[in-house]
């Protein structure tokens, strides 16, 4: 079966493209958590105003983080504080902009081309955090100045000792917010490999809708459901203009590819939710075919220096090391989850269960809530759980609960349990 040898060939291939990026990503926000002071980027980018939105673009333009890798880094900055607004600029202008992808952009199609990506990206991630801010969901009010952390507590109280540091970066980074999107990520890399295996390289070429408006099209067509890496990307976006397409082909691939795949749509619906989900791919289409036609309006395909792409091997050591470490991290994940579904499963077979409800203190995004249930369901008397961030409350079922080990696995999550009557306020919710 020589097409299921090749599939899995390109499954390995693309772990190999993506893991390295993955594993950066993840420990980005692992030293965000660790070496910012508490409460800081909340006041920095907590405040639900264009200038946060700006800062947080702007911040992500020099980082080294493609699709993958900035997911773990936007939701590390959600998680600390940063608004909607700011969180979702993050996500949409970073991995567009990288510094990497900008000079081999440079390389491959040109200083022009090079430049318009690195505007027409950043623009994209001002508008995408500006619309999510105002029709993403509730209103946002500013940080209060005496929440917990507001005043920046620094990170050698928080992290005594260079262990202890270490190892808050591996649990922020490797544990906690990998495990958020996990599944997402292991089909990401299923759909783009068989979308590599089965459709063949040059199927493009020869076809009549390959110009203009439509090659536009064409090329965002090709780059939504896959994962594309903003550097890796680049020698395949020049690829797609020497088979016919035309320039600004490449500008909607490179723009919408890396900022569009199945991980980052996945991740971002969990946190984010639907209304964002809708403004993220919204804005990214519609601004990838603008700046694709605007730029071949502006700029003559001739005079642009597209050289012949060369073919690098993703097999270094670091890229074999960073697939191994992520595959023994997403099996240990699905233990875990299979083991805990299990548990559950024969938990329902027992009689009516206890319901505590309990008001949960801390959490700031869906994030918090998925680490709480997280705790939670852990116990082993829990079949269900329900984590609600915008009531501030957990709902919990199972036999022979004791409340107060609940409320020990919520305070050992990080999380306070409050003085409380809420399940009326619960039932007034539903």
């Given at each position: 079966?020589?097409?299921l040898?090749?599939?899995?060939?390109?499954?390995?291939?693309?772990?190999?493209?993506l893991?390295?990026?993955?594993?950066?990503?993840?420990?980005?926000?692992?030293?965000?958590h660790?070496l910012?002071?508490?409460g800081?980027?909340r006041?920095?980018?907590?405040?639900?105003?264009?200038?946060?939105?700006?800062k947080?673009?702007?911040?992500?333009?020099?980082m080294?983080?493609?699709?993958?890798?900035?997911i773990?880094?936007?939701?590390?900055?959600?998680?600390?504080?940063?608004s909607r607004?700011?969180?979702v600029?993050?996500?949409?202008?970073?991995?567009?902009?990288?510094?990497?992808?900008?000079?081999?952009?440079?390389?491959?199609?040109?200083?022009?081309?090079?430049?318009?990506?690195?505007?027409?990206?950043?623009?994209?991630?001002?508008?995408?955090?500006?619309?999510?801010?105002?029709?993403?969901?509730p209103?946002?009010?500013n940080?209060?100045?005496d929440?917990?952390?507001?005043?920046g507590?620094?990170?050698?109280?928080?992290?005594?000792?260079?262990?202890?540091?270490?190892?808050?970066?591996?649990?922020?980074?490797?544990?906690?917010?990998?495990y958020?999107?996990?599944?997402?990520?292991v089909l990401?890399?299923?759909?783009?490999?068989?979308?590599?295996?089965?459709?063949p390289?040059?199927?493009?070429?020869?076809?009549p809708l390959?110009?203009?408006?439509?090659?536009?099209l064409l090329?965002?067509?090709?780059?939504?459901?896959?994962?594309?890496?903003s550097?890796?990307?680049?020698?395949?976006?020049?690829?797609?203009?020497?088979?016919?397409?035309p320039?600004?082909?490449?500008?909607?691939?490179l723009?919408a590819?890396?900022?569009?795949?199945?991980?980052t749509?996945?991740?971002i619906?969990?946190v984010?939710?639907?209304?964002?989900?809708?403004?993220?791919?919204g804005?990214?289409i519609?601004s990838?075919?603008?700046?694709g036609?605007?730029?071949?309006f502006?700029?003559?395909?001739?005079?642009?220096?597209?050289?012949?792409?060369?073919h690098?091997?993703?097999?270094?050591?670091?890229?074999?090391?960073?697939?191994v470490?992520?595959?023994l991290l997403?099996?240990?994940?699905?233990?875990r989850?299979?083991?805990?579904?299990?548990?559950?499963?024969?938990a329902?077979?027992?009689?009516?269960p206890?319901q505590?409800?309990?008001a949960?203190?801390?959490?700031?995004?869906?994030?918090c809530?998925r680490?709480?249930?997280?705790?939670?369901?852990?116990?082993?008397?829990?079949?269900?759980v329900?984590v609600?961030?915008d009531?501030?409350?957990?709902?919990?079922?199972?036999?022979g609960?004791d409340?107060?080990t609940?409320?020990?696995?919520?305070?050992?999550?990080?999380?306070?349990?409050?003085?409380r009557?809420?399940?009326?306020k619960?039932?007034?919710g539903?």
């Amino acid at each position: 079966m020589v097409w299921l040898e090749q599939y899995v060939e390109q499954v390995w291939a693309v772990l190999l493209e993506l893991a390295p990026w993955l594993v950066l990503g993840c420990l980005a926000a692992g030293l965000l958590h660790v070496l910012i002071p508490e409460g800081a980027i909340r006041r920095q980018l907590g405040k639900p105003g264009f200038g946060a939105i700006f800062k947080s673009a702007l911040a992500g333009v020099p980082m080294p983080l493609c699709s993958c890798g900035v997911i773990p880094a936007a939701l590390g900055l959600r998680k600390e504080g940063a608004s909607r607004g700011a969180s979702v600029s993050f996500l949409v202008a970073t991995p567009q902009t990288a510094v990497d992808s900008t000079f081999v952009s440079y390389s491959f199609l040109g200083a022009p081309f090079a430049i318009f990506k690195l505007l027409s990206s950043f623009l994209t991630g001002l508008l995408a955090g500006t619309l999510a801010q105002r029709f993403g969901g509730p209103p946002e009010t500013n940080p209060p100045t005496d929440a917990p952390g507001a005043a920046g507590d620094p990170a050698e109280e928080r992290y005594p000792t260079l262990k202890a540091r270490v190892r808050g970066v591996w649990m922020y980074g490797m544990e906690d917010l990998l495990y958020m999107i996990w599944g997402w990520v292991v089909l990401g890399v299923v759909v783009s490999a068989a979308l590599t295996t089965f459709i063949p390289a040059n199927f493009f070429a020869d076809l009549p809708l390959a110009s203009g408006f439509t090659g536009l099209l064409l090329a965002l067509v090709i780059s939504l459901p896959m994962y594309a890496c903003s550097t890796a990307s680049v020698p395949i976006a020049a690829g797609l203009v020497h088979a016919g397409l035309p320039a600004g082909a490449a500008l909607v691939y490179l723009v919408a590819g890396p900022a569009t795949n199945v991980a980052t749509i996945g991740a971002i619906f969990r946190v984010f939710g639907g209304r964002v989900i809708a403004i993220y791919l919204g804005v990214i289409i519609a601004s990838s075919l603008m700046f694709g036609y605007l730029f071949d309006f502006l700029v003559d395909m001739e005079a642009m220096r597209i050289h012949d792409h060369l073919h690098h091997d993703h097999a270094t050591w670091w890229a074999v090391i960073s697939a191994v470490l992520i595959l023994l991290l997403f099996a240990r994940f699905a233990y875990r989850d299979a083991r805990l579904k299990w548990a559950h499963w024969q938990a329902r077979g027992a009689s009516e269960p206890d319901q505590i409800h309990l008001a949960v203190g801390g959490m700031t995004c869906n994030g918090c809530a998925r680490k709480v249930q997280r705790a939670l369901q852990a116990l082993p008397q829990v079949v269900t759980v329900e984590v609600r961030c915008d009531d501030a409350c957990a709902v919990v079922s199972g036999t022979g609960l004791d409340e107060q080990t609940v409320r020990a696995a919520v305070q050992a999550a990080g999380y306070r349990t409050e003085s409380r009557d809420i399940e009326k306020k619960y039932q007034d919710g539903r």
